[in-house]
């Protein structure tokens, strides 16, 4: 069995840390999904015809900055901390047979010149291979007997109060101007906002949260740092 890429995923992500851990955590998160030039522009027109009408798209993908590490049957999800090991069919980790990661993302727009998608409340990485793209479906795919929720509904997702700090806000607008190729530029709203959230969900290994210190993610063509605080977090500055 061989598997091709149908596209390459460009991410406001260049770098694992600050990734949010699921899809649609962060619904200023962008990507812009491109084709391979394995066939031409209007062969992926064509498949991509009537997708417009959905909002959501599930998208599979390799994570394939995972590959290198291998996979093993037992994780340590960090929504529980780090402290305890789940069998990794009930975790969404990407150490997984295989490395293929499902990721169910908004439709922001469609460009049928280009072409390409793109998509809000990525969890993806810079560059990811994409393999596949479904229209959700809300009658089939939110089944009305999904009633348990396993380990995740002890293990909440982790917030953090967040400030900013003088100098981070007087830097948003310097943030905003540093577009990235290929990428769509944000404004200074959506700089801060996206900015906020992804700090607010405390990117932290699972068993450093509770602690003090300083952290650094990489985000379009800029570095945010922050201060976290027990689950206070201060944004020290955008550079
Ligand atoms: N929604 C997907 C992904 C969940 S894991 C799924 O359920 O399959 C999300 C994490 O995967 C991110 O926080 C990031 O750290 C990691 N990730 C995203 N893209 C990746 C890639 N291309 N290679 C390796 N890891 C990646």
Same mark, same amino acid.
């Given at each position: !069995?061989?598997?091709?890429?149908?596209?390459?995923?460009?991410?406001?992500?260049?770098?694992?840390?600050?990734?949010?851990?699921?899809?649609?955590?962060?619904?200023?998160?962008? =990507?812009?999904?491109?084709?391979?030039?394995?066939?031409?522009? %209007?062969?992926?027109?064509? #498949?991509?015809?009537?997708?417009?009408?959905?909002?959501?798209?599930?998208?599979?993908?390799?994570?394939?900055?995972?590959?290198?590490?291998?996979?093993?049957?037992?994780?340590?999800?960090?929504?529980?901390?780090?402290?305890?090991? !789940? &069998?990794?069919?009930?975790?969404?980790?990407?150490?997984?047979?295989?490395?293929?990661?499902?990721?169910?993302?908004?439709?922001?727009?469609?460009?049928?010149?280009?072409?390409?998608?793109?998509?809000? &409340?990525?969890?993806?990485?810079? =560059?990811?291979?994409?393999?596949?793209?479904?229209?959700?479906?809300?009658?089939?795919?939110?089944?009305?007997?999904?009633?348990?929720? &396993?380990?995740?509904?002890?293990?909440?997702?982790?917030? %953090?109060?967040?400030?900013?700090?003088?100098?981070?806000?007087?830097?948003?607008?310097?943030?905003? %101007?540093?577009?990235?190729?290929?990428?769509? #530029?944000?404004?200074?709203?959506?700089?801060?906002?996206?900015?906020?959230?992804?700090?607010?969900?405390?990117?932290?290994?699972?068993?450093?949260?509770?602690?003090? &210190?300083?952290?650094?993610?990489?985000?379009?063509?800029?570095?945010?740092?922050?201060? !976290?605080?027990?689950?206070?977090?201060?944004?020290?500055?955008?550079?």
């Amino acid at each position: !069995m061989e598997i091709e890429a149908v596209g390459t995923m460009r991410t406001c992500f260049p770098e694992k840390f600050g990734i949010p851990r699921q899809s649609g955590l962060a619904p200023l998160a962008r =990507g812009v999904l491109r084709f391979s030039p394995s066939n031409p522009p %209007a062969v992926w027109r064509d #498949a991509m015809r009537g997708l417009e009408g959905f909002t959501h798209a599930w998208t599979t993908f390799v994570f394939h900055q995972a590959l290198q590490d291998g996979w093993k049957s037992l994780v340590r999800p960090p929504r529980l901390g780090g402290k305890e090991k !789940m &069998g990794v069919w009930a975790t969404r980790s990407p150490h997984r047979p295989n490395f293929l990661g499902l990721s169910l993302l908004e439709i922001e727009s469609i460009d049928f010149d280009e072409p390409s998608i793109l998509f809000r &409340g990525v969890d993806l990485l810079d =560059g990811t291979p994409v393999l596949d793209i479904r229209p959700y479906h809300p009658d089939h795919d939110l089944p009305k007997s999904a009633s348990r929720d &396993g380990w995740i509904a002890h293990a909440p997702q982790p917030r %953090a109060l967040v400030d900013w700090s003088p100098q981070a806000l007087e830097e948003i607008p310097t943030a905003a %101007a540093r577009t990235v190729p290929g990428m769509p #530029a944000y404004d200074t709203h959506e700089v801060r906002a996206l900015v906020e959230s992804l700090v607010s969900l405390d990117p932290r290994p699972g068993h450093l949260r509770g602690g003090t &210190g300083d952290w650094a993610m990489r985000l379009l063509g800029f570095d945010v740092k922050f201060r !976290m605080d027990s689950d206070r977090a201060t944004i020290l500055s955008l550079e």
